[in-house]
């Protein structure tokens, strides 16, 4: 495959040349740049994965590695350019050869997913497999293998720990023997990969038995849903040679959390210079029309428990806080949250900026420092956090934002901290940065209207 990919760039290159021949030198001027390119194209497909073994994967994740991989490429090779100050080569032509190359690669991919597909269904190019365990989680396992021919696995059969069970049925596959049996099974049947779907009891005897696999030098997986977690997906990491399982409940994309902070520091940046005169106006209003600071800082709680100073411009008069227990009968959110209506200490200023969220514009600078993002859970007070049940603080495990699902959904429509908090989870559950955009979309209309404003 890697052998293909190399001659689709060099195909790409040449057609991209006679593509945008006018203006161009001759092609020999340009080919020292195909192997710069084809390195660059090469080591990404490498690190996105696309050399791995696909059998099991969507023909999405393949196609979006494609497109990634050719704006990425795109973008390095146009740093390298720059860097090199090369300034005789079109910039027209570089963005034809990644394009070119990016379509027929998607062509090239789909068919080879399409034809293993096709020849796995037919008993080609197939794995057997020996499934270890006889519960409902393998039980499981093996109907999902049984409903994807496509995947190219075969159950050879199945060990239980029990002698008896030897020559029933499960799911459709016999037990043909148990764990004693493993050496002899392996010498005189075909077995390339064992599956142990076992329960968290039987890890202590079964290190011996995968010893010997592993000495025998066949490929062993073991199932690592020990425990029913709902939202948390476990992933093997090494620790400087000291492998680990990790459980993981919060996102865990490291390149597209990559770019939500890009997006964060470069819109917020962008933000805070073209909404400079609006930030001089409000700060003159609020400070002409009542006695007090101009922003309000508060301390709040970020990402995993870390402590920060939010910024918001003054809507309350001076001394709001002193007066808030003399207010908190009146609270209209169920939970460990303050909100009421018509609350006596906005000002005729700050209750207009919190109508259209204007009060909520300093927090661009929390966002291009890093300590919120755009998106995500709203940062609560530390008195708040105290009060939480334990899975409303998973809030926490995502770096807070000025909007999230709740801004779309009404905001203060939400009669309790429950609603809320399992709104945000829902974010945290679902997310992507396509979700990030829509979010961000639909809250326009949420604050330009002042839909659902206190």
């Not at 029913?228 to 409940?249: C, M, V």
């Not at 530390?382 to 699902?405: F, H, N």
């Amino acid at each position: 495959m890697q052998v293909a990919d190399i001659a689709i760039v060099s195909v790409a290159f040449v057609a991209a040349y006679y593509f945008h021949r006018q203006g161009l030198a001759p092609l020999r001027h340009y080919l020292p740049l195909l192997p710069v390119i084809a390195v660059i194209w090469m080591a990404l497909f490498q690190f996105f994965g696309m050399y791995w073994s696909f059998r099991t994967e969507k023909s999405t994740t393949i196609l979006f590695i494609v497109i990634e991989t050719a704006g990425l490429s795109f973008l390095i090779f146009g740093s390298v350019l720059y860097i090199l100050k090369i300034q005789d080569i079109s910039r027209v032509f570089v963005a034809a050869i990644f394009t070119i190359a990016g379509v027929i690669m998607t062509l090239e991919k789909l068919f080879l997913v399409v034809f293993f597909r096709y020849i796995r269904k037919r008993g080609k190019n197939y794995r057997n497999l020996l499934v270890i365990g006889t519960n409902k989680r393998a039980q499981k396992f093996m109907d999902l293998v049984d409903k994807h021919g496509e995947w190219g696995f075969r159950i050879a059969g199945i060990l239980d720990e029990d002698l008896s069970k030897k020559g029933e049925k499960v799911s459709g596959h016999k037990i043909i023997g148990s764990m004693i049996d493993l050496p002899e099974i392996v010498h005189n049947t075909v077995i390339d990969e064992v599956i142990f779907v076992v329960p968290r009891s039987w890890l202590s005897s079964i290190e011996d038995v995968i010893i010997f696999l592993e000495t025998e030098g066949i490929r062993v997986h073991l199932a690592e849903d020990f425990f029913n977690l709902r939202h948390s997906r476990f992933k093997q990491t090494d620790l400087f040679g000291f492998p680990l399982l990790t459980i993981e409940s919060a996102p865990d994309q490291l390149w597209a959390l990559y770019f939500k902070r890009v997006a964060d520091f470069l819109s917020s940046g962008l933000a805070l210079i073209i909404l400079s005169p609006v930030f001089l106006v409000l700060s003159l209003l609020i400070k002409l029309s009542s006695a007090g600071p101009v922003f309000f800082r508060q301390e709040r709680v970020g990402f995993n428990g870390r402590r920060f100073t939010l910024l918001k411009f003054r809507t309350m008069e001076k001394d709001a806080e002193k007066k808030l227990q003399h207010l908190l009968a009146r609270n209209e959110m169920k939970g460990p949250v303050f909100k009421i209506a018509n609350d006596p200490r906005i000002t005729p200023v700050g209750r207009f900026l919190r109508k259209f969220s204007l009060d909520e514009l300093p927090q661009l600078w929390n966002v291009f420092v890093g300590e919120m993002s755009l998106v995500g859970p709203r940062p609560p007070l530390a008195s708040e956090v105290k009060e939480y049940d334990s899975w409303q603080r998973r809030r926490l495990s995502m770096k807070p934002g000025i909007t999230c699902i709740w801004q779309c959904s009404g905001r203060n429509r939400i009669s309790s901290f429950d609603q809320w908090a399992k709104l945000d989870l829902q974010y945290i559950d679902t997310w992507s940065l396509w979700l990030d955009v829509k979010i961000v979309i639909k809250t326009i209309p949420a604050v330009l209207f002042g839909i659902g404003a206190k």
